[in-house]
Structure formats: C-alpha cells, structure tokens
C-alpha cells in the first residue's frame, strides 16, 4: 500500500470525523472567515476548488459565503465524499470529485482554490502549491489552512521526557511556507493556536484515530511506550494540545510582467521601465501619473525612449498636473482616488510580458489607508527595484525590499543606477538576498540609443520569468 493509500484508507474509514474533528472545524471556520474578508465586495468567485474537503466543514461555509458559485470539492478518500453528498443533499452546483492534490486532474480555472487542514498531507507543497497556481484565473486566489511548526508541542515534550522517538510530523515554518509560494503572484501566511483540551491523554489518541489522521512516515510507539508517553503527559496537570494553524492567501498576477518601483523618486524608474519595455518587448502601463505640469508624462516618456508601439501603450488610470503624491496630487484637483476604480488594462497573456512602472517609493499614498505597496499586493507581479547606485543605497534598498517581503511580493531583482560601486552591490545582493538584474551607467543624452545600450545589459524576459515560475 503507497503512502496516500494508507491515508485515504485511514480518512475513509473516520465513520466518527465529524464529531471528533474539532480542531478541524475550528480552522475551517477561520478559513472561511479570512475568505470572506479578503474577496472583493461584488466579485464573488463562480467557480472554487476545495482540497481535501473530508465531511464539508468549509465546503458547507463557502456555500453559505458564496450562494451562487459552483463548488468542486475534492478528496482522496471516497468515503470522504459521500459523507459531503449526505450533508449537501441537493445541490445541483456542487461536484464531488476523487482527487490527489499532488496530481489534480481537474480542468480550471478557477477563481477560488481552497483548503484546510489537508496541506499538511501533501507530498511537495511547493511543487502541488504550483499546479494549483496554474489553475487559478489570472487575479484568482487561493486560501489555505495547515498544520506548522509548534504543533503538539505538549505531546512531543512527552515522548522526549520518555526518551521516545515522537512519529508526529514535522511541520514547516512559516518562513518556509512563505518562500513556497509561486512566484508569479503575492502570497502572505499568518499562524495562530488552537488550544485543544482532550479529556486526558487517551482521549487525544483515541480522537486522532476516530478521525484517520494517524498515518505517519516514522515508526509508531509500540503499546508499552505509548503508556509511558501518557503518563508523561500527565505529569504538569490538565492536558492540553496545541495547534500551531497556518492560514495563507495567495493572489496570482493578472498578467505576466513586473512592476517596476523604486528606493525613493527620481531614481531611474522611467528609464529603467523604457529599458525593460525594449529588451523583451514588452507593453507598459503607468497606473497613477501626477507632475504633467512639469514635465511631460511618464506614458510619453517611456513611448518615445522605448520606440514603443503606442497600440502596447496603455492610459493612466488617473493623470494629475502637480508634481506631489497621486493622493496630494488628486487633492490640489479637487478629487479623490478610488483604489478600487483604478481600472485594468485589458491585457492578455498571449500579448506578452506587461511593464507596470508606480509613482515614487513603495509607500507612496495613493489614498488614504491606501499606499502604492496596497496596489502592488493587488496586481501580484514580480517586483524590479530601482535603486541609486551611490552611498546610502544600501539602506534604503534594505529596507524597501524588506517592506516588499513583508507583504508576500515576491523581488525579480534590483537594478542599480549610476557609477559601479562593488561594495554596495555585494551588500546588497548579501543581505537582501536579491539579484541585481543590472548595473545602469549614466548616459548622455538619454534617448532612444542610450535606452538600446541599456536594454542590452538586461536578462532575457524568458531568464525573469523562469525565476518567477
């Protein structure tokens, strides 16, 4: 019998899942709550994907969320599914289906793939998290719930007070969940405990069984050193076991691309969008422009250096004349930015990569409680960081891409603007942990030859986007 054999014979023979599963139920329900707060109001999903979806606890919570959505809820175990059907009885947009995550055979998109508590089953995540992705509508989403490290912390302390091996799982980190995400879109995890009070130790052995989450890749205790183990476990007083839950929200990006942003203003983000747009002939798009009443647009500036086809170029959501933040900007107007008004391009995938260039640094506002790093998370590209080259940029660089992980984006790399300076690159790709795409020298005059000279100097989009895959 294979390892998902054993699994899905143990989860199917669970007749008493339903009632023993509290933590289960629990996690569910926050999954579910987390679902409700991210989607956009007026874009609820039509068609879901659940994995691992055992009795239905969050497939009964998404029907309850989204009414009118067609729901494929899968599962491993047979005997799994038929207990959703008892629950579900009636609901013609409901299908159930066998599937394991780690081979989906189901054909997308989907706007909503979900699961919880059945991640920590999988035999890659990364590798499963990635098939998923590709199943996913461009800008749709993926919710998750699963077991991390910390998790039976009080049982494990009873085995090793015992000298015993502990079977338990290793669960990962939330670092290490983090860095698994697919790089073509914006993931964050958050962990929060559930604390669990079985009545005493044998009950928690007893419900793990009731509920076929027994399975384990070590050598179970033998019946001898399971007592010793309870015993232990008794020894501090009431037993209690904690659930170390990750929840983790992943938006793919609308389109293939980067967004282009930088350390502070003035710092290259033009040039550097017009070099991009040139070596991979791509379309560019800036979202928000002010400062027309200085200077010509961004738009115009990047058509012209880049030679670019004004068919690829695409309008500003907003264009503002002062030369001050889109929200200040937009203030001096009279007006106001709706984050949620900016409008898409309508961009395809077949049309090739998509260059986003922002306005200013990553917390530029946009509006209030709105910054440019909320209309990154949004899009879900790859970000290029600009930065000098000078002193100072390592701090800055630092602390902008620390701000960029912090929100789940993942960092196509850094590009350095001005005179070479090693010690400052070495810094920098050390401790940020980047690439730096390029090394731009100042060109005189800067036009459409100077912009060939530095295009020349940059990957390949294929190179860029093999590292976001």
């Known amino acids: 019998m294979t390892r998902k054999d054993s699994i899905a014979a143990r989860f199917g023979a669970a007749q008493g899942y339903e009632q023993a599963a ?3 139920r629990i996690a569910a329900r926050e999954l579910a709550r987390r679902i409700a707060t991210h989607h956009a109001p007026g874009s609820a999903p039509a068609r879901i994907l659940e ?8 497939t009964r919570a998404l029907r309850r969320l989204f009414p009118d959505a067609h729901i494929t809820a899968t599962d491993i175990a047979p005997a799994m599914l038929d207990r959703v059907a008892q629950r579900m009885p009636g609901d013609d947009r409901l299908s159930l289906h066998r599937m394991d995550a780690d081979t989906p055979d189901v054909a997308g998109p989907f706007d909503l793939i979900c699961s919880s508590m059945a991640m920590q089953w999988f035999s890659d995540r990364a590798r499963t998290l990635h098939l998923l992705a590709d199943l996913l509508i461009p800008g749709g989403q993926m919710a998750m719930a699963t077991l991390c490290a910390g998790s039976f912390r009080q049982w494990r302390d009873a085995y090793a007070r015992t000298g015993i091996m502990c079977p338990t799982p290793d669960y990962p980190a939330i670092e290490q969940l983090q860095a698994e995400w697919p ?10 405990e559930i604390i669990d009070t ?11 069984r009731t509920i076929g989450a027994t399975h384990t890749d070590h050598a179970p205790a033998t019946a001898g050193q399971l007592r010793r183990v309870m015993a232990a476990a008794e020894m501090d007083g009431p037993f209690a076991v904690s659930y170390q839950v990750g929840y983790g929200l992943f938006r793919r990006a609308f389109w293939p691309g980067v967004f282009v942003t930088g350390t502070d203003t003035d710092v290259g983000k033009t040039v550097t969008s017009a070099a991009l747009v040139r070596a991979w002939n791509a379309a560019y798009w800036k979202p928000l422009q002010s400062g027309t009443d200085d200077a010509a647009s961004d738009s115009m500036g990047v058509r012209q250096l880049a030679k670019l086809d004004p068919a690829r170029l695409y309008p500003p959501a907003a264009t503002f004349g002062a030369s001050l933040s889109p ?20 961009h395809a995938a077949s049309d090739g990569p998509l260059v986003v260039e922002g306005a200013g640094g990553v917390f530029v506002p946009i509006a209030e409680n709105y910054l440019m790093i909320d209309l990154m998370a949004r899009l879900a590209l790859p970000v290029v960081l600009v930065a000098r080259s000078q002193l100072g940029t390592i701090n800055h660089t630092l602390l902008s891409l620390a701000a960029l992980r912090a929100r789940g984006l993942h960092v196509a790399g850094v590009i350095l603007n001005g005179a070479p300076e090693s010690h400052g690159r070495s810094a920098i790709e050390r401790h940020g942990q980047v690439r730096i795409l390029a090394e731009f020298p100042s060109l005189v005059p800067m036009g459409p030859d100077a912009v060939t000279q530095l295009a020349a100097r940059l990957p390949t989009w294929e190179q860029v986007a093999a590292d976001a895959s």
């Open 22 to 24: 509290r933590v289960q």
């Open 51 to 58: 994995i691992g979806c055992g009795t239905g606890f969050l």
């Open 183 to 192: 790089a073509r879109g914006a993931g964050m995890w958050h962990d929060a």
């Open 198 to 208: 079985p009545d005493t130790p044998l009950a928690f052995v007893q419900e793990l």
């Open 327 to 346: 929200e200040d900007a937009a203030h001096v107007a009279h007006t106001r930015i709706d984050p949620a008004a900016i409008t898409l391009p309508h």
